[in-house]
Each structure stands twice: as structure tokens, then as C-alpha cells.
């Protein structure tokens, strides 16, 4: 970070952690980055809900350009954040993760329970992921979770990144 010219005062981390936290309830889509085995890569916003460790559960058809990427390659970037946020003052959520598909019919029916209570909806079986069927369930487990900062060096607005814990 440069220190001279700095015109920001940084927030305290447990306020980022806070921010993050609230970003994640109120953002239902998520932006997932992904890369294939040859490292093309892939974005793909998606409906999705997290538990209480903050792995993040969506549906995607494994023939989505995601999916497949993911089968190929489980490292994922996330971002969340507020599209309505006016210029300037948007934050966001960062996150490196591991996503996988998952095949578990218990894992399943624990993860449906947070994607499907997030939309209030009634819980649908396990099963309705599995064999024949066209969706499946993904789960991204995170490595590193950043929240943006700003600052201005230099008279010039430049935007930054702390790593938060969001457990």
C-alpha cells in the first residue's frame, strides 16, 4: 500500500466484516468466475443462498459453461455486490473458493434447505438433483474473503481490498 499522500482513513476490519455480512443477506445473485482446464475464462451470475459457514449453494445444469469448468477446475472467484449502488460508493464482496458439484444425497437435502429457505419455498427432494435430472446443486466452499476499500492518493480515488474473516 503506498503511504505517503494518503487522504482515507481505513476502516476497522469487524466493520468490514459487518458490511460483508449485510452485502451477503441482501444480495441474492452471486457472480461466479470460473476457468476451463486451459485457463478460459467464464462469469456467470446465479441465484444463490449460504449457510452458516458461508458456503454458497446455486443450481446450474452440468452442461452450463460454468459447470463444466468446474468439473474441469474447482477454483472460483465470487463477487457481490449491490448493482444499484451509485457511482463511487459501491461495496462488494471477494471471495477465492473451491466449487464442486454435489452428489451426496444427504449433503443435498442439508444444502436445499438454505437454497430453498432463502426463497421461502418449500423444500423438493434430494433426488430432483440427481440421476437423470437436467440441474444439479453446486457448493462453494470459501478459501479468502475480501471486502473493497477506497482511498485517495494523490488526489486520485484508487480502490483496494482487505482480506476479512467472515467466521
Do not use: C
Amino acid at each position: 500500500m503506498v503511504k505517503s499522500n494518503l487522504n482515507y482513513k481505513m476502516p476497522e476490519n469487524q466493520n468490514l466484516v459487518t458490511r460483508a455480512k449485510e452485502i451477503i443477506a441482501k444480495i441474492i445473485y452471486i457472480t461466479i468466475a470460473t476457468a476451463s482446464k486451459d485457463g478460459s475464462p467464464w462469469n456467470s451470475p446465479v441465484y444463490a443462498a449460504y449457510d452458516e459457514r458461508y458456503n454458497f449453494f446455486w443450481t446450474s445444469s452440468p452442461e452450463a459453461r460454468h459447470s463444466k469448468n468446474i468439473a474441469a477446475n474447482p477454483n472460483v472467484a465470487i463477487v457481490i455486490y449491490d448493482t444499484n449502488d451509485p457511482e463511487g460508493t459501491g461495496e462488494g464482496v471477494y471471495i477465492e473458493a473451491q466449487a464442486s458439484e454435489l452428489n451426496d444425497e444427504q449433503e443435498i437435502t442439508e444444502a436445499l434447505k438454505f437454497f430453498y429457505g432463502r426463497k421461502n419455498k418449500e423444500t423438493r427432494p434430494a433426488s430432483t438433483f440427481l440421476g437423470n435430472s437436467p440441474r444439479r446443486l453446486y457448493k462453494a466452499v470459501p478459501e479468502k474473503v475480501w471486502m473493497n476499500t477506497y482511498q485517495k492518493i494523490h488526489g486520485q480515488g484508487i480502490d483496494g481490498k482487505i482480506e476479512i474473516n467472515l467466521l
